[in-house]
């Protein structure tokens, strides 16, 4: 957002404030600042002028500037009513050599799960792509996507949502104590570089928000279903404020992950790219690694989809 409009809004956030002392303040115009007013009016901010001045009174929209204002964490916002895919956004993003952007969309075209499945996406749900420049071991990498589910899980929870991570990036709702759930989010994480080094990563994260389950696949939930529509806006803004937490504090990861996870001490069947394991998931390690006790052995699966 502009700053001197990201600035006007925090001048009448908490209380009316005349148009000259915003003038001054900011050492611009009062015509300037009547246009900025009028401009954050059309982006969706509601504003009242009453005899006192202009007051910031509601953030009711879903848009880039709404998600920007009063958020937390250094994310600028590339939103889109709708797109093909936040990813490919995001990926184009970061060729060009930006980061810390979060692109965000009403409703995807051609949004892409992992393993190359489609992914459903239509308008409602939390469709986000965060772009970042990770100075990191690229074998630290999964750490990332780690906090993607750590700080969806919470936002959902937050929500009201009785939300947990199915290894290793799968957010969940319990259906039964037998291991069963229904999905809430998946993330996409998708990376450039070499082999010592990161050139950007792209964690995508789709949520099934406010979405009527006949649009969603069988096995899907969302948070309509189970606690009822969410602000997405406020939503958004945990997640990007919680995935920062988490990428300056990767030590912190994978225990948090811990404490949310649905998989451990469970039976689980992992697909691997060398073949299936089938035991029980004991633990993961420190770089995010799933550990499963076949009854012979301990084996340590850094990547696959279970079970
Ligand atoms: C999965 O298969 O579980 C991962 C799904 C990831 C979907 C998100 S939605 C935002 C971003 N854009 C995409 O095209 N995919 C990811």
Redesign the pocket.
């Known amino acids: 957002m502009n700053e001197t409009r990201r600035a006007i809004l925090e001048r009448i956030a908490d209380g009316p404030v005349s148009g000259p002392d915003v003038a001054e303040s900011l050492e611009v115009s009062r015509a300037a600042v009547w246009k900025h007013i009028e401009a954050l009016r059309e982006a969706g901010f509601e504003i009242e002028s009453g005899p006192t001045g202009y007051e910031l009174t509601d953030v009711t929209v879903y848009n880039g500037p709404a998600v920007e204002y009063g958020l937390e964490a250094p994310f600028s916002v590339d939103y889109h009513d709708s797109v093909g ?4 956004r995001a990926r184009e993003l970061a060729t060009d050599g930006a980061s810390d952007v979060a692109v965000l969309a009403d409703e ?1 075209t ?6 190359e ?1 489609e ?1 459903s ?1 239509p308008a409602g ?1 939390v ?3 965060i772009v970042s420049r990770p100075v990191i071991a690229p074998a630290r990498a999964p750490l990332y996507t780690l906090a993607a589910s750590v700080a969806t899980a919470r936002a959902a929870r937050e929500a009201g949502v009785d939300a947990r991570i199915k290894w290793p ?2 957010v969940v709702v319990p259906v039964d104590d037998d291991g069963s759930y229904r ?1 809430l989010a ?3 994480t998708e990376m450039e570089g070499e082999t010592d080094r990161i050139e950007w990563l792209v964690v ?3 949520v099934n928000a406010n979405i009527d389950d006949s649009e969603l696949p069988p096995e899907a939930t969302s948070v309509r279903a189970e606690a009822g529509d969410v602000d997405r806006r406020a939503f958004v803004q945990r997640v990007l404020e919680e995935f920062d937490r988490y990428r300056n504090d990767l030590e912190a990861v994978v225990p948090a992950w811990r404490d949310l996870a649905l998989t451990l001490g469970q039976r689980v069947r992992v697909d691997r790219p060398s073949g299936e394991i089938v035991g029980e998931a004991v633990d993961v390690t420190d770089s995010g690694a799933l550990v499963v006790d076949t009854g012979e052995e301990q084996v340590t699966v850094a990547a696959g989809d279970c079970e």
């Open positions: 895919s936040t990813n490919d995807q051609g949004g892409r799960g992992r393993l499945r992914w996406s749900g469709w986000l792509s990036n799968d999905k998946g993330i996409l995508g994260i789709g």
